[in-house]
């Protein structure tokens, strides 16, 4: 009854930009504007890693390491976020996942508080 599908993942080079989306369907995200969503990424052998995330009101969270270089957003109407990574580096090389947490905050890094989860795109940057 929950599904997200991300979406905009692929090969590009150091400097190059990329868009990901995040289509969030079923009943259980009739609702979605209360949710807050987010994108993690997850290198091998790492754990996975909050990088950005919007709350229910649009309050927004970066990591350090996307900063500057990232935009997230929303679109309530669709059921849509979106990741615009711009000024990619080969250290963005990962796998990238949507998430939702039903609290509706990003006052919170952790992936517990994150219950949704898509099947991952992947992202990779060569030098």
């Known amino acids: 009854q929950a599904q997200l599908v991300e979406s905009g993942g692929g090969l590009v080079q150091a400097g190059d930009s990329l868009r990901l989306s995040c289509s969030a369907s079923?009943?259980?995200?009739?609702?979605?504007?209360?949710?807050?969503m987010g994108w993690f990424r997850r290198v091998p052998g790492k754990e996975r890693e909050l990088i950005a995330a919007?709350?229910?009101?649009?309050?927004?969270y970066y990591a350090d390491s996307v900063k500057g270089r990232f935009t997230i957003s929303r679109d309530n109407a669709k059921n849509m976020v979106s990741l615009q990574m711009n000024s990619l580096k080969p250290e963005d090389t990962a796998d990238y996942y949507c998430?939702?947490?039903?609290?509706?905050?990003?006052?919170?890094?952790?992936?517990?508080?994150?219950?949704?989860w898509g099947q991952g795109t992947q992202v990779t940057v060569s030098s």
């Open positions: 919007i709350s229910h009101r649009g309050t927004t």
């Open positions: 998430a939702a947490n039903p609290g509706g905050l990003v006052s919170s890094t952790r992936p517990e508080m994150y219950t949704y």
């Open positions: 079923g009943r259980t995200f009739s609702t979605f504007e209360v949710y807050a």
